[in-house]
């Protein structure tokens, strides 16, 4: 089999950045699928506060090779000045899909 493939994690502030961010990512060929999961509640550090924020939580399945692209497409679009863009890597999972991110992702 080729490549496995990553799922990177990206919050935003609201369902609409979310949306307009989204498709740009696949039309770019940098995302296969970006899945968006509404309404999660984040709690972190931020100058030396606890935060609490309603975010849109988007899985973006893409390739090991677009990541840094997608990365830098992420932060020139997001509201947000660090973004979360976190990536683990898909260890197993069905050949035909792992198959599709690599083939729907270009560098």
Not at 27 to 52: F, G, H, N, R
């Amino acid at each position: 089999m080729g490549e496995s493939g990553i799922i990177v994690f990206c919050t935003f502030p609201n369902i609409d950045e979310a949306k307009s961010i989204a498709p740009i990512l696949v039309k770019k060929k940098l995302a296969a699928c970006c899945s968006i999961l509404p309404q999660v509640t984040s709690y972190y550090m931020w100058d030396s506060k606890l935060e609490e924020s309603q975010e849109i939580l988007m899985m973006i399945k893409t390739s090991h090779k677009c990541y840094d692209k997608l990365e830098k497409q992420i932060k020139m679009l997001h509201s947000y000045s660090v973004p979360e863009i976190i990536s683990v890597d898909i260890n197993q999972g069905s050949k035909a899909y792992l198959d599709w991110i690599n083939e729907s992702t270009t560098t």
